[in-house]
Structures are given as structure tokens and as C-alpha cells.
């Protein structure tokens, strides 16, 4: 079983629109957690933070339930700017090592 | 941002040469990592080092070895590339106390 499981997507959204997805995680020990995003052939970049109290930045909303070991990400009012992969990370160790999910695809259409 | 480097972008090489990828940084961050790529697949650790001198293997068995004798310098080499080593290669670094990892741009290795 992968440590960070995504559904692949794609998620097509119109634009304007709202679009939620998450992430789980098998490590209960797991200690932080991230949101990166990875245009097409391009680097991972960090998107946000997801603290245990939830948190938002602009149009971003994150969420962690730690009870169901699931994150979640919710981007509204989207633009076609927000087209992207949506990388789930999680921090393991006290070293910050961290496990990718493989990312959510989405797709904001005109 | 980030201010963090990789050559060659990309590089189309036979099998059995020796290849070095190349990450440097300039942000005076300790911390630095290599990851592995596949496309649609998530990324794998197979590299880090936490500081000059420091480097340990990550989670992905990988047949590269690194090197850190500068802090800002962290080269990936493969003695001799085969076809299975066709992949996207990533640099990464942070500063210590911090988890939020910069990423480079990659380099994407095909091999013959």
C-alpha cells in the first residue's frame, strides 16, 4: 500500500466553479502536511501548508482530519490558471523527509 | 523564486556511459535532496544530504551515488546509465528546521 494515495483525476472544472479532492495517508505518525503543485513538465512547488485547524490562503481552503488520516484541498472560484497536478505531501520523521502522492489532476475549462 | 539550478534540462545518452547531473543552490540551504520522477507517478526520494560530507540513501533503491563537498553543490552521477534509468530527475533543498523543500527544474534523462 503507497503511504500517500490520490485519486488521479483528471477533475474537469468549469471556470468559476468550485472543485474539492483528497488525499489519505497510512502513517498515523505522520506530522505535517502539504499541498504542492506540479504544472506540466515543470518542478513541484509548494502550494500551502495544511495545518490540524485548517487553514486558507486567498481561494485555497486546506483541511486535515487526522482521525481518518485524510487531507483535503478546495479551490474555488476557479480560474484556468489553476489547471495544474495537485501534490499531496506528508513528513514522516523528524528529519522532514517527504512522501509524494502521485497528484490530482485538474483541469479548469472556459 | 527559488534559486536553485540543475543541468544538463535534458540529456539523451547511450548505454554504459558515466553521466553526472549537476544542482546547485544559492539560497545557503544544508539540506538537499534528489528525487526520481516517472511521468504520472509520484516522486521518489533516492538521495539526500544534510549538510557537507553528509549523504544517505533514500527510500528508492537507486543505482546513482552524490557527493556534498560544497553546501551549494549536490551532483548526482551514474557510472553506467542503462534504459531502465530513463527518468526525470529532481533537485531539491531546504534550510534546516524548515520542511518546505525548493525544487529545481529537472532534468529529464533519456538513455539508449
Known amino acids: 500500500r503507497k503511504e500517500v494515495e490520490q485519486d488521479p483525476g483528471p477533475f474537469n472544472v468549469p471556470e468559476g466553479a468550485t472543485v474539492a479532492f483528497n488525499c489519505t495517508y497510512s502513517n498515523s505518525a505522520s506530522q505535517s502536511f502539504f499541498w504542492y503543485r506540479q504544472d506540466c513538465r515543470k518542478e513541484p512547488k509548494l502550494l500551502m501548508s495544511?495545518?490540524?485547524s485548517g487553514n486558507e490562503d486567498g481561494r485555497f481552503t486546506a483541511q486535515l482530519n487526522r482521525a481518518s488520516q485524510y487531507i483535503s484541498l478546495l479551490i474555488r472560484d476557479s480560474k484556468l490558471s489553476d489547471s495544474a497536478t495537485y501534490l499531496c505531501v506528508v513528513t514522516t520523521d523528524s528529519w522532514g523527509k517527504l512522501q509524494f502522492g502521485a497528484g490530482t489532476q485538474v483541469v479548469v475549462t472556459p | 523564486e527559488a534559486d536553485i539550478y540543475q543541468t544538463p534540462r535534458y540529456l539523451v545518452i547511450g548505454t554504459g556511459k558515466k553521466i553526472t547531473l549537476e544542482c546547485s543552490q544559492t539560497m545557503g540551504h544544508d539540506k538537499m535532496y534528489w528525487y526520481q520522477q516517472d511521468p504520472g507517478m509520484e516522486l521518489h526520494l533516492i538521495h539526500y544530504s544534510y549538510g557537507v560530507n553528509s549523504t544517505e540513501k533514500g527510500d528508492l533503491s537507486s543505482e546513482s551515488t552524490v557527493s556534498r563537498i560544497r553546501t551549494e553543490h549536490f551532483p548526482l552521477t551514474l557510472e553506467s546509465a542503462r534504459p531502465s534509468h530513463t527518468s526525470q530527475y529532481l533537485c531539491?533543498?531546504?534550510?534546516?528546521?524548515?520542511?518546505?523543500?525548493?525544487f529545481g527544474p529537472g532534468t529529464r534523462l533519456l538513455v539508449l
Open positions: 495544511v495545518y490540524s
Open positions: 531539491a533543498s531546504s534550510r534546516v528546521g524548515e520542511e518546505t523543500q525548493y
